[in-house]
């Protein structure tokens, strides 16, 4: 049995298909590398960091019917995640991430959520039913939020009474669907977690670094906002309070898939246990530096 949640993570959870080269990889080019198929998503990367570091998450998402999405809520459920609340949808086949990375990190990426978004505020309703919250006692704990849902269900998110009281945690998919974050970073109790390409997309600026995408952030109407800004550093910047920049590690990347996820869970488990912010920007710069240089043959990145 999985115990009661403490964090709900809303979004995608689908199977993540990466290949890998330790080769730059030349466009329309056939290369050797590694093939691997592995529980992902936003939304349960998340969740599955937040497992590995003892915190008990649930996902809140859409599976398809098909034998895929069996397979998949086995695989989540062996990792410690509850999927008691996951909303199922017969008639559709499970969502897949497909990624190409070479040894420069991310060559291309094409996210197939379509079951996700075609299922929109379904997934919500045992926030509704009585199983988590009911409108009338709204969830008061954490709650990471991914980017994959759809600009409309973000928007009815942002003015909800289901989400006033809990403490939203907000990361986008990709930099392409970063604007649809726009309603929902002006949640009074959000917290924002984006990279520097997405902060100026939000932003509609161009920024010299982290710390002033975050603060441009906080500018633009969001009550916290940490960005990352690659193997350079990364900030925290809330409303009415001092922001803390930090350099990044310096690691040889072996993958990059997951990392921004990666930095978002640790940093919301450090704060869960009481680390003060600039204690928990560190905690996750190193989480997420551990993640990158880990390779999946089993050696380690210097």
Not at 218 to 230: N, P, S
Request: charged share 20%; glycine share 10%.
């Amino acid at each position: 049995m999985n115990p009661s949640p403490d964090i709900l993570c809303i979004g995608s959870v689908l199977w993540d298909i990466i290949g890998r080269t330790e080769m730059a990889l030349a466009t329309r080019r056939d290369m050797g590398g590694l093939i691997t198929r592995l529980p992902g998503g936003v939304a349960m990367n998340i969740a599955m960091t937040l497992a590995r570091f003892g915190m008990a998450p649930a996902v809140l998402t859409a599976i398809g019917g098909d034998p895929e999405g069996d397979e998949l809520l086995q695989a989540v459920a062996q990792l410690g995640v509850n999927t008691r609340f996951a909303h199922r949808i017969a008639e559709r086949p499970t969502d897949r991430y497909m990624a190409i990375e070479d040894a420069t990190g991310l060559v291309a990426a094409i996210a197939d959520a379509h079951t996700l978004e075609a299922a929109g505020a379904d997934i919500l309703q045992a926030l509704h039913d009585g199983r988590l919250a009911t409108a009338q006692q709204p969830w008061a704990g954490q709650i990471a939020l991914d980017g994959n849902l759809t600009a409309e269900l973000l928007a009815e998110i942002a003015g909800s009474p289901i989400f006033s009281a809990a403490d939203l945690r907000i990361a986008p998919a990709s930099p392409g669907k970063a604007e649809r974050l726009l309603p929902v970073m002006a949640h009074p109790r959000a917290t924002l977690y984006v990279n520097r390409q997405e902060a100026e997309l939000l932003c509609e600026a161009a920024f010299d670094g982290s710390r002033a995408a975050a603060e441009g952030l906080v500018a633009k109407g969001a009550a916290r906002a940490l960005v990352t800004d690659g193997g350079t550093d990364a900030s925290d910047a809330a409303r009415g309070a001092e922001t803390f920049t930090r350099p990044a590690h310096v690691v040889r990347p072996r993958r990059i898939t997951g990392a921004g996820d990666t930095f978002m869970a640790a940093h919301i488990c450090a704060e869960s246990r009481g680390a003060e912010r600039a204690d928990a920007l560190k905690q996750a710069q190193a989480a997420a530096a551990a993640y990158v240089a880990f390779a999946d043959d089993g050696e380690n990145g210097d």
